[in-house]
């Protein structure tokens, strides 16, 4: 079954309070996501693998890490996980970014698919999943669900708040998939909102509704 990794660092939950606050405008609510992303690829990688290459330094020739292993892919969901983009690209440069477009039916909440373009190797790349919110899990459910169908197989989800509902859902579907969050909340509303969650992701990084 997948695991639940929640971050616990002290910047990412000083930076997700403000990110909830309702009097958190869009112009500071876009840049807490951005550096609160950017902390979560810092944590996200912590368990790349190195290798040892040879250098030279001013001073000698020496042995030194550098990151092995599988290049990595980064997959938001549109709309609200662009908004995570560009804070993980900082971290992560070399990065290719697909895009998997899906929205929920305001009345069935059930994801509805419209866009999905992705680099052509995603089966030999380590993809992380990236959504601000998990709620009833539909969105994630049915993105993750198109990977597999084009081929990934290597791949976390990582969303800013996670409802117990979605993240019981998705490992239902996708067992095999590791959930990483800023924090799982109490539960949905009748709406499928996340309580006490932040309200609309999309709405509160593009200033619409
Ligand atoms: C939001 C959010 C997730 C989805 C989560 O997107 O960004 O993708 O809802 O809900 P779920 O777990 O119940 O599927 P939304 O459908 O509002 O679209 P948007 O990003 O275009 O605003
Ligand atoms: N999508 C959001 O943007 N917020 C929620 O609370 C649930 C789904």
Redesign the pocket.
Known sequence: MGKVYVFDHPLIQHKLSYIRDKSTGTKEFRELVDEVSMLMAYEITREMPLKEIEIETPVMTCKTSVIAGKKVGLVP?????LGMVDGMVKLIPAAKVGHVG???DPET?E?IEYYVKLPSDINERELIVI??????????VAAVTALKNRGAKNMKLMCLIAAPE?IEKFHQVHPDIDIYVAAVDEKLDEH?YIVPGLG????RLYGTK
């Open positions: 969901i549109l709309r609200a996980g899906l929205y929920r909440l994801p959504d601000p919110m998990l709620a009833t899990g539909g969105s994630a979605g499928g609309d992701a999309g709405d």
